[in-house]
Each structure stands twice: as C-alpha cells, then as structure tokens.
C-alpha cells in the first residue's frame, strides 16, 4: 500500500523577505528587501532540502510499511502455530480426560465387584459358621446323649450284679426254684436207686 508524496507547500517557494535571525553575518532590519538572486538561491536550497527530506521520509515509511508487513506475518504465522499448539494440547488433553474418566469408571467397576463378592463371602462365611455351630451344638448333645447312656448302662450293670451278688428281687425267686429243683431231682435219684436195688434182690 503505497501513498502520495509528500507535497512542498507553494508559499515556502515564494518567500522574498527575510528577517533579521534568518541573515548570515549583519542583522537586516524587517522588512528590507533582499536581492531577487539571494531569495532564489535561498528557496531552491530549501526546496531541495524538503524534497530530500520527503524522499528519506518515503523511503522511511516504505521501509516502516515493510517491516509492519513482516511483523504482521511473523505475528500470524506465530499465531497459527500457538493455536495449532492450542488445539494440540487441547486434544491431549481431552484424550487424557477420557482416559482417566475411563480409568475411574473401571475402578469404579472393579470397587463395586469387589465390594459385591465380599459381601456375599460375608454371607456365605455367616452361613457357614452358623451351620457348624449348629453342627457343634448336635455333636455335643449327641455326645452327652452317648454319655448318658453310657453312664445308664454302667449303672444298671453295677444294679444288675449287685442284685446277682446279693440275690435280690427277680434273682432271688429264680435261685430258689432252682435250688428246689435240683431237691427234686436228688429225691427222684434216690428213688430210682432205692427201686433198682429192690429189682436186684429179687
């Protein structure tokens, strides 16, 4: 984009007068005349000093434009990359997000299993152990039962030889039947012994 020329104003080229401050080496008092050739010489030198002047500034502000242009592409160029940086990083880390959401979600999985199968351990372990001391409770009253019995049996053991012994209750009848038996028996020996020898003597 390149603009106009800087334009000479048309009074700096028509200056005749001069005052006193702007005379080499005597003051001139205002409003004195100067000679045609001096003015001339004087606005041609100014002149050419703002054309030169004009032209360093131009040739300033083309190189300001130019400079304005590169930095222009230099800051976009910048830009593009910060922002594809920006969305680089923006879907690295979307990509982590998920996966540490998906890690927690399986955690999350594996935490409630865990909880679940312990809880039916819990369950099963309550089962169990109610059952063996159920368990417990039966081999002990079947133990006391078997010692009871036991016990029952000893005792009438002991009874039943203590009767034997001193012959008491049904013991004592059956000992004196069979104590009269064998009385009838030797009586009906001695009979047939006695008749056998009456068969002889005759």
């Known amino acids: ?3 106009a020329p800087i334009q000479i104003p048309a009074a700096a080229a028509e200056v005749e007068t001069l005052s006193s401050f702007e005379v ?6 205002l409003g004195a005349t100067m000679p045609r050739t001096s003015v001339d010489t004087k606005n041609s030198w100014t002149k050419n000093e703002l054309i030169d002047q004009i032209e360093q500034l131009n040739k300033k502000l083309e190189q300001e434009k130019i400079n ?3 930095s222009m592409k230099f800051l976009q160029n910048q830009r593009e990359e910060l922002q594809q940086e920006l969305n680089k990083l923006h879907l690295e880390t979307e990509k982590i ?7 927690f979600y399986s955690l999350s999985r594996k935490t409630t299993q865990t909880i679940d199968i312990r809880m039916e351990t819990m369950r099963k372990f309550n089962e169990m152990k109610k059952v063996v001391l159920e368990d417990r409770k039966e081999q002990e009253k079947q133990r006391q039962l078997e010692a009871e019995a036991r016990a029952a049996t000893t005792l009438q053991t002991w009874w039943r030889s203590c009767m034997i012994r001193r012959r ?11 104590v009269k038996k064998k009385k009838g028996n030797e009586e009906k020996g001695k009979k047939k012994a006695g008749d056998q020898k009456k068969g002889k003597k005759k």
């Open 1 to 3: 984009m390149s603009s």
């Open 97 to 103: 997000l998920q996966e540490m959401q998906d890690q």
């Open 68 to 70: 304005h242009k590169e």
């Open 168 to 178: 008491l209750g049904a013991y004592k009848k059956s000992k004196d039947k069979k």
């Open 24 to 29: 080499g080496q005597r003051p001139v008092p």
